[in-house]
């Protein structure tokens, strides 16, 4: 299990040149004035990664990270590190279906740092989308985030079956809520269809 | 028990080799054990379980691994939240946690409002506040209940299922529901408050508050209970941050975190809120500090109903069909009677959320309960469980 | 006299006949009295399933107390219980569970569905993983309706089923 949770870390380097988004900051075209303190967090992880993060939005008490899934152990590990967060409150698997990609986001925030008790830091990462998927054995994996911050062990669990996201590296990625004998598409992707609807 | 966190608290629950590939129930996995280690289920048909399964491994008395198996509620909430408009997610949203349920639908109300900018009128902020604080009130009374039955203390469930009832009768006069108030609305609240309704909240209050500062003799005081509860399943503060605990189970071990005050919405910040803290880290502290979150709600709904305005609107009207302003997320939290409880909403401009996502507290404080556990003795199970202010349905969703 | 009327030749047929007569006899009162012993020690199984079981709890506090008409608390083993509540949603995880717990009961038994969700899926008609109505997993004896019933509802729903174990056929000797 340790070896695969340093697969990313692994794969990092060789994959830098590819993963160059360019920054996109926004604050747009309204001269809007920004929170000061949390355009100093952002600005720390633009500072420390530049052009592989993109800040999604700066807003008060909330700051968005767009990651690519190869830098996302990176970001992270920064994120406790570095400005001392250390929790996550909730990992949600979100589907785009036209863009082929599922969002995984985390919201992380921190208890033992009582500045950044109202700031939670929403870090977002894609992954591939598959049109027939086979939860696991697919295209649609992510680095685990469990050996940074051990509170998404459930989360990602529960991504798992219900976005079909299989996180390389966590240890334990068996079916949480669904019933065992669950066979369909993870339901909260959107073409899963309910009843009547 | 050691604060170093072991790298892997499942190592001992069961494993299949290959992830994903079948899906076997995680008790008719094959698995290796040892010939002194017993496997036993807990639920769902058992007194000390609730609506979920706890597959546990015994060697002689003490836990050797437990594994917790939820799912026995899972509705689809979130799925079927993105088949329904924003208002009549409403009464769905807090189906979760019926008895909490002002609290439940606080942070969607918030968000949908912050994804619609709307402002809410003040007197409906602070009447939000009284419902949301009598519904802690009577939240915490049943959790309480449960845990006298769990510890095998029948006047314990008596005490509080009916002194609840009190506070029921004030919410039901506020809602015209027992448990099931939907008061809640983005805009404010339903109805605004029957007359007279001050006068006889407080009148209420001020007697709940009596009574259950009686609950000290009869349990928190008692020698068994404290035998029972002192020192089983202690969460040291380290590991209570680092597996991102919440609420009471946070503040019981030393944490000093309460959204009402770290990041107070509505009327909050005008309140004078007592964070209550212990630093035991046990099940006696993890159980104790909902009583004292009671007195603390009682003291804040008479401050509540004292800067109320007197008079003027409860709610502002909306448009049919809301719509939120094209792509947006939010992402709000409150501090609900177990902890703090958020909701990602993502819109898309259309009158249905794109995706919403409950962040449970039940659902975050469950994984600290193999931690717990281990090492324990099973007679302790029930009391490490439900001190956990683990409530099955809202971590199923 | 008896003597007289019994011979080794009808010995058989005469008990055959006393034990007709006596049936019809103390058949009924019998009966009656074996379902009058039923219906006041109705003891219904722990088993929760979903939110309503907030209101069986508040139905057996002190201010509803049920237990006045004979509804016991739900404690002790299943293999004591003769009454399911059915407390809410059946979602399919939890289906095969209740039926498991159902078969484990010792006959006589009665079913009271709880909720609209235990009666139609309710408020989760088009849920993934909700069953509509507990019927295709086991028979039902009452149904009370409401989201969550009120503990006055659920009460109503016992007596009811006091009424109708009072009208049913008792199996005397099974």
Redesign the interface.
């Known amino acids: 299990m340790s070896s695969d949770s340093e697969k990313p870390t692994d794969a990092k380097p060789e994959e830098k040149p590819a993963a160059t988004k360019p920054v996109v900051k926004k604050p747009e075209e309204t001269p809007v004035e920004l929170p000061a303190f949390e355009k100093g967090i952002s600005d720390k992880i633009v500072e420390k990664f530049g052009d592989k993060v993109e800040v999604a939005f700066v807003k008060e008490d909330r700051v968005g990270i767009n990651v690519s899934k190869e830098n996302v152990h990176d970001v992270a590990e920064f994120i406790r590190d570095g400005l001392n967060y250390d929790h996550v409150e909730s990992v949600s698997g979100v589907d785009y279906p036209l863009e082929q990609e599922i969002a995984v986001v985390y919201h992380i925030g921190s208890y033992s740092d009582p500045s950044l008790a109202r700031q939670i830091l929403v870090l977002s990462t894609r992954a591939q989308r598959e049109e027939n998927p086979i939860p696991g054995h697919d295209a649609t994996k992510l680095p685990t985030l469990r050996d940074i911050f051990y509170s998404v062990e459930f989360h990602e669990r529960e991504v798992f079956e219900m976005s079909g996201v299989y996180f390389e590296g966590h240890p334990d990625n068996r079916r949480l809520l669904l019933p065992e004998d669950w066979a369909d598409l993870p339901p909260l992707r959107k073409d899963f269809a309910i009843k009547g609807r | 028990m050691t604060t170093e966190?072991p790298t892997?608290i499942?190592?001992a629950a069961i494993?299949?080799d290959k992830?994903?590939?079948s899906?076997?129930?995680?008790g008719l996995a094959l698995q290796k054990v040892d010939e002194r280690i017993m496997t036993l289920n807990v639920g769902?048909?058992?007194?000390g379980s609730?609506?979920m399964r706890l597959i546990v491994q015994i060697d002689g008395d003490y836990i050797v691994a437990c594994d917790p198996d939820?799912?026995?509620?899972?509705?689809?909430e979130?799925?079927?939240a993105e088949?329904r408009n924003y208002i009549t997610n409403v009464?769905?949203l807090e189906?979760?946690?019926?008895?909490d349920s002002c609290n439940v639908l606080y942070p969607y109300v918030l968000g949908v409002e912050e994804l619609l900018g709307i402002e809410v009128p003040e007197r409906a902020q602070y009447v939000r506040v009284i419902a949301a604080e009598l519904n802690r009130c009577i939240y915490i009374m049943?959790w309480l209940?449960?845990y006298g039955i769990f510890l095998g203390h029948s006047t314990m469930?008596?005490w509080p299922?009916?002194d609840?009832?009190l506070l029921?009768d004030l919410m039901e006069k506020m809602t015209g529901a027992?448990?099931?108030h939907a008061h809640f609305i983005p805009g404010g609240v339903r109805n605004d408050l029957p007359p007279n309704f001050e006068g006889v909240c407080l009148r209420q209050v001020n007697y709940f508050e009596k009574r259950i500062k009686e609950y000290a003799a009869v349990f928190y005081d008692n020698p068994i209970l404290i035998s029972r509860t002192q020192d089983t399943g202690v969460l040291s503060r380290q590991d209570?941050?680092?597996?991102?605990t919440?609420g009471s189970v946070?503040r019981a071990s030393g944490?000093d975190?309460d959204l009402r005050k770290?990041?107070p919405y509505d009327v909050y910040d005008e309140l004078d809120i007592h964070t209550n803290v212990m630093t035991a880290g046990d099940a006696y502290a993890r159980s104790k500090i909902p009583w004292l979150d009671m007195m603390e709600s009682c003291k804040i709904i008479r401050q509540a109903l004292q800067k109320m305005p007197k008079s003027g609107s409860v709610r502002v009207k909306l448009k049919p069909n809301p719509k939120g302003k094209g792509l947006d997320?939010v992402?709000k939290?409150v501090e609900s009677g177990r902890g703090?409880l958020?909701y990602?909403i993502?819109s898309n401009g259309k009158p249905e959320p794109?995706?919403l996502?409950m962040?449970v507290p039940s659902?975050?404080n469950?994984?600290a309960l193999p931690y717990l556990l281990k090492g324990e003795k099973l007679g302790n199970m029930p009391s490490v469980y439900w001190s956990l202010n683990y409530w099955p349905?809202e971590a199923?969703? | 006299m008896l003597k007289d009327l019994v011979t080794p030749e009808n010995a058989n047929v005469f008990v055959g006949k006393l034990g007709d007569t006596l049936e019809k006899a103390i058949g009924k009162p019998l009966g009656y009295a074996i379902n009058w012993g039923r219906i006041w020690s109705l003891w219904p199984v722990h088993i929760e399933t979903a939110c309503c079981s907030v209101e069986f709890g508040a139905a057996s506090s002190p201010r509803y107390d049920v237990e006045r008409f004979g509804i016991i608390e739900a404690f002790g083993s299943l293999r004591q219980c003769d009454l399911i509540v059915v407390q809410g949603t059946i979602t399919r995880k939890m289906a095969p569970r209740l039926r498991l717990v159902y078969d484990q009961m010792p006959e006589p038994k009665y079913v009271i569905a709880m909720g609209a969700c235990a009666i139609t899926g309710g408020l989760y008609f088009d849920s993934y993983n909700v069953l509509p109505g507990i019927d295709g997993v086991i028979p039902v004896d009452v149904y009370v309706p409401g989201c969550p019933p009120r503990p006055e509802t659920l009460i109503q729903g016992c007596i009811l089923l006091q009424e109708k174990i009072k009208r049913m056929k008792a199996r005397m000797f099974v």
């Open positions: 966190l892997d499942t190592s494993h299949m992830p994903s590939s899906w076997l129930p995680p769902p048909q058992h007194p609730g609506h939820p799912g026995y509620v899972h509705r689809g979130e799925k079927m088949y009464p769905h189906r979760p946690v019926i008895h049943y209940a449960i469930f008596m299922a009916g609840r009832e029921i027992r448990v099931t209570a941050i680092r597996l991102g919440t946070l944490v975190f770290k990041e997320t992402y939290r703090s958020g990602y993502v794109y995706r996502k962040s659902f975050r469950l994984i349905v199923d969703r």
